[in-house]
C-alpha cells in the first residue's frame, strides 16, 4: 500500500526559530494534504496541494509540493508556542480515495 | 453545523471485554473513516464507508474488530473480545465525497485503555 515517510520524527526548537518537516513519497502523488494534531487533540485539515511544484502560504506556514509530485514540505516562520503539536502529511490513493497518513513530525516549541 | 462527534470520549475496560465506539459524521458526509493512533505514533487507517458500504478495510487488524454503518448514518467500531494491544485512540473521520480535494474532518477521537 501507499507509504509516505516524514522527517524528522521529533524536532524540538526555541520559540522564534523556524521549522520545515519534509514529506516523501516512492510514488507520483495525486495530491497532498497537511494536518495538525494539538497534544490531546484531534487531527484538523490545514491545507491540500495538487499542482506540481505548487506553494501556498497561511500566515508563518509555507507548504510546497515538488515538482516530481513525490515530496512535499511545511514550513514554519519563527514558531510561537501556539505551533506545538504533531504534523502530519496525508494522501488519498487508491479507487476509492483511501487516505493514508504520513508517519507525523513532533514539534516541541521551547518557550 | 454540527462537527464529527464520537462517543465515548473514554473507555477503560478489561481483556477479554467488548467495547463499542460510536461515530456520528457531519451530515451529509458519504465518506466516513475510521483510524487509530497507538501511543502517539502514526494515525494508522483501519477503514472507509461510502454511505452503508466498506470500500476499504485493509487496516483491520483482524476479526476482532467489527465496522457498521447501517443506513449510510452513523457508524460503529466493535471490539471483541478486546486485547491489550488495542489500546490507542480511536479517531473517525468524515468528509463530503471521496474526491481528491475533500479534506477530512475528525472527529475528538475514543481514547480506549485495555487493562
Known amino acids: 500500500g501507499q507509504q509516505v515517510m516524514q522527517i524528522p520524527q521529533y524536532q524540538h526548537v526555541q520559540e522564534g526559530e523556524d521549522f520545515t518537516t519534509y514529506c516523501n513519497s516512492s510514488?507520483?502523488?495525486?495530491?497532498i494534504q497537511w494536518y495538525k494534531q494539538r497534544p490531546g487533540g484531534h487531527p484538523v485539515f490545514l491545507i491540500q496541494?495538487?499542482?506540481?511544484?505548487e506553494v501556498k502560504k497561511q500566515k508563518r506556514l509555507t507548504f510546497q509540493f515538488g515538482e516530481a509530485k513525490k515530496n512535499s514540505s511545511l514550513h514554519i516562520t519563527a514558531t510561537q508556542t501556539t505551533d506545538v503539536g504533531t504534523y502530519f502529511c496525508?494522501?488519498?490513493?487508491?479507487?476509492?480515495?483511501?487516505?493514508?497518513f504520513g508517519t507525523g513530525t513532533k514539534l516541541q516549541v521551547i518557550p | 453545523e454540527a462537527g464529527v462527534t464520537q462517543f465515548p470520549s473514554h473507555s477503560v475496560i478489561e481483556k477479554g471485554q467488548t467495547v463499542t465506539l460510536r461515530c456520528d459524521p457531519i451530515s451529509g458526509h458519504d465518506n466516513l473513516y475510521w483510524y487509530r493512533r497507538v501511543m502517539g505514533k502514526e494515525i494508522k487507517f483501519l477503514l472507509h464507508f461510502v454511505k452503508e458500504s466498506k470500500q476499504d478495510e485493509s487496516g483491520m487488524p483482524n476479526n476482532r474488530f467489527l465496522a457498521e454503518r447501517t443506513g449510510g448514518t452513523y457508524s460503529t467500531l466493535k471490539v471483541q473480545p478486546a486485547e491489550l494491544e488495542d489500546s490507542g485512540v480511536y479517531f473517525c473521520?468524515?468528509?463530503?465525497?471521496?474526491?481528491?480535494?475533500?479534506?477530512?474532518?475528525f472527529g475528538n477521537g475514543t481514547r480506549l485503555t485495555v487493562t
Open positions: 496525508a494522501v488519498r490513493s487508491g479507487g476509492y480515495q483511501k487516505v493514508t
Open positions: 496541494l495538487v499542482k506540481s511544484g
Open positions: 473521520a468524515s468528509s463530503q465525497d471521496g474526491g481528491i480535494s475533500a479534506p477530512l474532518h
Open positions: 510514488t507520483t502523488l495525486s495530491n
